[in-house]
């Protein structure tokens, strides 16, 4: 039943997507916290269908979302907000674990592994112009690996 | 085709045996996936608080592997994923997995309060333990384990940049590894099973 959910909040956030911006949204999650805990991520697929850019996202949850790019340098891990991700025509851009996220910072509440989180992506075309794209995202366990499958436990 | 096949193995014997020898020269009969530390001074020992503001210090852990990661409860990459990876290893070794034993140090005290860190590391394994000291100490622990982290503002809050190595104890206490992030639980438990042979 909650995965019959899933499926249908993922499958209307597709359509909204591909209805508005030409942006599909695929696999997006987000991962769980502990109480108390003040920041997490959220990952996805994007397919632009035309030269894009990913250059801010927002959610109900916090007002501090950021998109962040994860670097290792001489086995140190750097965190850094980036000012846009490159989505080229109908390449599929990861943001997962080892590479981009969406930061979510200062949050009030715990996210729950099953809730799912509200987001919105501001996409800007080539020609400058600027269009949202809503997305659902379920919120995974706090170990969930970055394949969208995990079997874990 | 038989007097060859002898041959060949006759050959395979005596090349094995150079490299035996060549090995129990050298003293270094045993390679490992991770960044091998035997013999390092460094590290020699830990003096954290757990969150039941127990201190812990590596004797408490004698008879274990000990798997040693630092990091901050909000970050959402490879925190998480390092601590999935070492309840992983302790899942690959099977029954020996009672014999290795994780810490989580935060490099975060300041956000990073004992109940965090507490249910932070049960959401990966029950048995693995955070540990925190103060700034200083925090700063002393990290020092001593050739460990870099800092504190980098981003928006209203910050983040932290830090070393993303998981540091293996032999289980008399001796370090013994260093392992990459990239390296896959798989290579992880190989390089640990080693370490928990009985010398």
Redesign the interface.
Known sequence: MKLVIRTAIVAASLLAAAAQAQVTVKDAWV??T????????AFMQLQAAKNSKLVSASSPLTP?V?V?E?V?QD???????VPSVELPAGKTVELK??GY?V?L??LKQQVKEGDNVPLTLVIEGADGKRESVEVKAPVR??????QPASH?H | MNHTLTRRTLLTVTALGAIALTACERKTPVTYHGIDLTGATYATDIRLSDPDGKERTLADFRGKAILIFFGF??????C??A??RA?EVKRLLGPDGERLQTLFITVDPE?D?P??LK??TA??DPSFIGLYGDLERTAQTAKDFKV?YKK?P????Y?M?????SYVYDPQGKLRL?L???QPAQDCAEDIRKLLKPA
Do not use: I, W
Not at chain 1, 34 to 41: I, S
Not at chain 2, 154 to 157: C, L
């Open positions: 991962r769980a502990v109480p108390q805990q003040k920041a997490t991520g501090a950021e962040h994860m290792m086995n140190v891990m750097k965190m850094r907000q674990p080892g996220h930061m910072m200062d366990a706090l170990n969930a690996s970055a874990k | 409860t909000q970050c959402p990459d490879v998480p994923t601590l999935t309840a956000r309060t109940e965090v249910a932070y959401a990966f870099y980098v981003t928006g209203a809050t983040t940049d830090h070393t993303s190595l260093a990459r992030h990239e």
